[in-house]
Nanobody
Framework: QVQLVESGGGLVQAGGSLRLSCVASGIVFSDNVMGWYRQAPGKQRELVARITPGASTQYADSVKGRFTISRVNGKSTIYLQMNSLEPEDTAVYYC???????????????WGQGTQVTVSS
């Protein structure tokens, strides 16, 4: 059974930083593209950042230069370091794991329960 457990969310002032973590189990971690997605109230879920097994990364334009995704294969864990946070970053952040073969179809992978990030102005 696949489990993705996120942690690290919280309330922070604009300009501050947070680091999210996601620990995966029940998958061959090194075969999976791992990603962070977010969903704000009234909006669709959107990609924040993804990282391949080989550590290639992809970012949403809105977070480039402020967020950094990383993975530690030996710990089956990914991180999202979020700096210079803005109120527009307020959302529930979800961890996603999808097999490399299905990399373009994250909804065919697995999702965590989400962690709330709230940025106050």
């Amino acid at each position: 059974q696949v489990q993705l457990v996120e942690s690290g969310g919280g309330l922070v002032q604009a300009g501050g930083s947070l680091r999210l973590s996601c620990v995966a189990s029940g998958i061959v971690f090194s075969d999976n593209v791992m990603g962070w997605y977010r969903q704000a109230p009234g909006k669709q879920r959107e990609l924040v950042a993804r990282i391949t097994p080989g550590a290639s990364t992809q970012y949403a334009d809105s977070v480039k230069g402020r967020f950094t995704i990383s993975r530690v294969n030996g710990k089956s864990t990914i991180y999202l370091q979020m700096n210079s946070l803005e109120p527009e970053d307020t959302a529930v952040y979800y961890c996603n794991a999808v097999h490399l073969r299905l990399a373009q179809h994250p909804n065919q992978g697995s999702w965590g329960q989400g962690t709330q990030v709230t940025v106050s102005s």
